[in-house]
Nanobody
Framework: VQLVESGGGLVQAGGSLRLSCAAS????????MAWYRQTPGKQRELVAA????????NYADSVKGRFAISRDNAKNTMYLQMNSLKPEDTAVYYC?????????WGQGTQVTVSS
């Protein structure tokens, strides 16, 4: 499975961005997908996740009510709609996919929120 993120950039506080993650390869094997983020010196943290079956979702407390994860199975693409962005949302955002054996990661996309 290969993952390619897009949609990052610079935005002012209170603004919005939408990240995309395009999956290719053995996408039929994917059980769940997720967005993680990481800032320098800190561990990578889960932002939001979505299952491939029912599309169940879960979110980090810090983004609940502001971010929304979704997927388009026909396009093999996952999205993260980020609203009401805060400076503390600044990070490199990574797409993640899991099958029964492995985890896969994208290259990351930078999101910078200015105050």
């Amino acid at each position: 499975v290969q993952l390619v993120e897009s949609g990052g950039g610079l935005v002012q506080a209170g603004g919005s961005l939408r990240l995309s993650c395009a999956a290719s390869g053995n996408t039929f094997s994917i059980k769940a997908m997720a967005w993680y983020r990481q800032t320098p010196g800190k561990q990578r943290e889960l932002v939001a996740a979505i299952t491939s079956g029912r599309g169940n979702t879960n979110y980090a407390d810090s983004v609940k009510g502001r971010f929304a994860i979704s997927r388009d199975n026909a396009k093999n693409t996952m999205y993260l709609q980020m609203n009401s962005l805060k400076p503390e949302d600044t990070a490199v955002y990574y797409c993640n996919a899991q099958d029964s054996w492995l985890q896969y990661w994208g290259q990351g996309t930078q999101v910078t929120v200015s105050s």
